[in-house]
């Protein structure tokens, strides 16, 4: 009886909640607090999704055959980074590639077992989501209604995941855990992921300029350099079996960036030439657009302290005023901004918008680079405030983001589409945190109430 008892109960307390759930259906598609509840929902159906997708949609072959034989010849014993190779060309991967795709090598049959790895895929689609969500959880900015289009609505993704099986879902479900760790206050374990993350592919550079800011502001220049050495040791140790036997080789291959892309899957600037897009005073230019946004995101955005920059090489307890440390548990609200930020939402900000001010430069985006800033898209978005008419545009510009880069091959319209989108969320996020003008004159002082007498 009290077994039944108690079933009841659940039952009743089980019922309750849904009938609760549907009364504030429209609160939880708008209100972030309700992100967790949405997130699971999502993330259930985002296992049925890659199921489906799977079982149904045939596989493509891009580059998995190719890195299956280029870590093959390491299981082989090669260890002059030069004479790694595969069909699509020499290996152009740091070492962390290596190590984690010769896991995968050996776990499916030296590549044969196509069916298993797009499986494990779809586990690490499941993974990077839950890493994405619990960030969006601490910085509480996104009504949930717009996880749905980050999930179930983008083939692209999908297909980048567990029809392609490329790198660079691997590299970003490394450095959403490291944004994790260092929202947990974990620096050193979050600059070391950091670096794993590197070590897979170097798109991950991108986040590097906002995570220096950050490391700066919250360590100052002297208590930064042990976090620097974290991820420079990394990079050695995991480097080490080909350093010792062709250090040179090792470092242009691994980490060239000069390296040329071709015009062919170039999705963001097909409606240049080709002989522009190849030309090196383009891609120069590209560098000083994209150093001259961090410069002016990092001294107007970044930097909220009325101070000069310079100060953030100084001790934190040092600076005058004292600055307050960048902890998620001191909330650091943004008064001189038009959009206040907690401190997780304001580390996050930097991140992202580092990242996409790389990804608005970048001399070629191929279709699998689309992965490296969807998921930080809606924070970009809505961290800034948003009235209710402006969420149409918002997810309008989601939409034709998402149509740009599933256009194969892409146009001239698609490109220039592409960077149109760009363009208004860097305005938005330009403009959206501006520092408000500060008034100097004193408040009216108000006649003590009886009420506040009594206080007293």
């Known amino acids: 009886l009290r077994a039944e008892t108690r079933s009841g109960m659940a039952a009743g307390r089980g019922a309750a909640a849904l009938r609760r759930a ?17 997130a699971a929902c999502l993330c259930l159906a985002e296992g049925g999704v890659n199921l489906w997708v799977i079982r149904r949609v045939p596989y493509t072959e891009i580059d998995w055959k190719a890195y299956m034989q280029e870590v093959e010849g ?47 895929f779809a586990g690490l689609y499941l993974l990077n989501l839950l890493l994405v969500f619990r960030i969006y959880c601490r910085t509480n900015k996104v009504p949930p209604y717009v996880f749905f289009f980050m999930c179930c609505a983008s083939y692209r993704i999908h297909s980048i995941f567990v029809l392609r099986l490329f790198n660079d879902p691997v590299a970003m479900a490394i450095l959403f855990l490291a944004i994790n760790l260092f929202l947990e206050e974990r620096w050193s374990w979050g600059c070391l992921l950091f670096s794993l993350a590197v070590s897979v592919k170097m798109n991950i550079l991108l986040f590097a300029p906002g995570l220096l800011f950050l490391l ?44 040329q892309f071709q015009f ?20 120069a230019a590209l560098l000083l657009a994209h150093l001259a946004g961090l410069g002016l995101f990092a001294l107007h955005r970044w930097h909220s302290s009325k101070e000069s920059i310079l100060t953030l090489l100084k001790d934190p307890a040092k600076r005058k005023p004292a600055s307050p440390r960048l902890t998620v548990n001191n909330i650091l609200w943004q008064t001189s901004c038009v959009c206040p930020l907690n401190a997780s939402a304001w580390i996050v900000f930097i991140l992202f918008s580092s990242n996409f001010l790389g990804v608005c430069c970048s001399r070629s985006l191929h279709y699998q680079f689309y992965v490296w800033y969807f998921h930080t898209l809606p924070y970009l978005l809505w961290c800034t405030p948003t009235t209710k008419l402006a969420h149409m545009p918002k997810v309008l510009l989601l939409g034709v983001i998402e149509l740009c880069w599933n256009t194969y091959p892409s146009t001239v319209c698609s490109s220039l589409s592409l960077h149109i989108c760009h363009g208004l969320i860097l305005l938005q996020l330009w403009y959206g945190t501006a520092p408000t003008p500060v008034s100097h004159t004193p408040p009216p002082s108000r006649k003590p109430t009886a009420t506040s007498k009594k206080a007293q």
């Open 74 to 120: 390491f299981a082989n014993g090669t260890r002059d980074y030069t004479q790694l190779k595969g069909d699509t060309g020499p290996l152009v991967y740091p070492a962390g590639f290596v190590y984690i795709f010769l896991g995968l090598y050996h776990a499916t049959g030296r590549g044969s077992d196509i069916r298993l790895a797009q499986y494990l």
């Open 216 to 259: 700066l502001q919250r360590f100052g220049l002297l208590g930064c350099i042990p976090k620097l050495c974290i991820c420079a040791l990394l990079q050695v140790v995991l480097g080490l079996p080909f350093l010792l036997v062709n250090p040179v080789g090792y470092l242009t291959r691994s980490f060239d960036l000069g390296r």
């Open 264 to 283: 062919k899957w170039t999705v963001n600037w097909r409606f240049l030439p080709e002989e522009v897009f190849q030309n090196r005073v383009f891609h």
């Open 22 to 38: 549907w009364r504030e259906r429209r609160a939880a598609l708008l209100e972030p607090r309700y992100t967790p509840l949405v």
